[in-house]
């Protein structure tokens, strides 16, 4: 899938990504190509409800079922529907993504694109009801990065599955669920965990041990916005990985993992961020899936164009910092993709 050449085998195409793949002939055809058509159904639904919180100052919309708080600014998101079809506010994600896999690629690293599905798009009924017709999906717009080479991990289809076993968001949170990062992270080694170097460079560490499910009570950074229920709580389950006890982050492993909040939620301190936990996040369910601890790169509020920032600034302070990775997991929030800036960024300076 590397347009570099080399000795290195490509990343395995796994199931997911074929039917990506697959998805670009079925689906790319039938984009429409001019812009300024008006969003209908869910998305219309999703405008409606971002601008009655605008009227009355909040930045929360509580659902059917008042249990479950949905951030207006993904709602905003949604309402653009088929998004990649209009003008491009902050800049072209597509272009940008595709750029930085080309870029890594050049330094010998592979990249694994993970956006985060917006809650309302995997739980629909809890904001509208039923016949509220279906969210806008993200499938189209991954099936065109799959088409200039980028691996990219489609985790809409694979949490609405999911969401009939246990909750892939958390109801009074802006972030998904713990339940929710073990499953990305199976995604994660599904698609790469064939690759040599993986089976080399793993369990080193013993940082596969995951500990029995429990359940916590936390308070969603949600009920504390305008338009949220101040002081509510919620129970979720957690599994926690590590033995005798979470794996701190390295700074010099083959895997870098970046992104934004959704990259320590459950997982490390991040400053401003309410984690609830520590231990049981996406980044220590890929330790314990690879076997030894990741780098990470966080930042709270933009996991597009900060967060390869920092990996830029890391390569500016470290000559020869990228000569030791192996692969980019790149995970934010899919509300990026129409509220972000995406700006050319290069991996190294």
């Not at 899938?1 to 490509?10: K, L, N």
């Not at 195409?13 to 689906?27: D, G, T």
Request: charged residues 20%; contains cysteine.
């Amino acid at each position: 899938m590397s347009p570099r050449p080399s000795s290195r085998r490509p990343l395995q195409n796994k199931p997911r990504w074929r039917v990506l793949a697959a998805a670009v002939l079925a689906c790319l055809p039938a984009l429409p190509v001019t812009a300024g058509e008006a969003p209908s159904g869910f998305a219309a639904l999703c405008t409606a409800r971002v601008e009655a919180a605008a009227k009355a100052n909040e930045a929360v919309v509580p659902g059917v079922d008042k249990n479950w708080l949905f951030l207006s600014s993904e709602l905003r998101h949604l309402g653009r529907g088929d998004f990649w079809t209009q003008p491009a506010t902050g800049g072209n994600p597509v272009a940008v993504i595709s750029s930085y896999q080309k870029e890594l690629a050049a330094l010998g690293v592979d990249l694994v694109v993970m956006p985060v599905p917006c809650k309302a798009a995997v739980y629909p009924d809890k904001l509208a009801g039923e016949g509220a017709g279906e969210p806008p999906s993200l499938t189209p717009f991954l099936a065109k990065l799959a088409a200039l080479g980028v691996a990219v991990i489609d985790l809409e289809p694979v949490f609405r599955e999911q969401r009939e076993k246990t909750k892939m968001y958390c109801a009074s949170d802006s972030h998904w669920s713990p339940a929710a990062c073990q499953v990305a992270a199976e995604q994660v080694w599904a698609l790469v965990k064939d690759r040599a170097w993986v089976a080399g460079a793993g369990k080193k560490r013993d940082a596969q041990v995951l500990s029995p499910a429990e359940t916590i009570s936390i308070t969603g950074d949600l009920t504390e916005l305008p338009g949220g229920k101040s002081g509510a709580r919620e129970e979720v389950e957690i599994v926690k990985a590590g033995s005798p006890g979470p794996v701190a982050a390295v700074a010099d492993s083959p895997v870098v993992l970046i992104g934004d909040s959704h990259t320590v939620v459950f997982s490390a301190p991040a400053g401003a961020i309410r984690i609830h936990c520590v231990g049981a996040g996406l980044r220590d369910h890929l330790q314990a899936k690879f076997g030894f601890p990741l780098t990470v790169l966080a930042n709270a509020s933009s996991g597009g164009d900060r967060a390869r920032s920092l990996a830029r600034d890391k390569a500016a302070a470290e000559p020869g910092w990228w000569s030791a990775r192996k692969l980019v997991v790149w995970v934010f929030s899919a509300r990026e993709l129409t509220a972000g800036k995406w700006r050319e960024i290069k991996p190294a300076p």
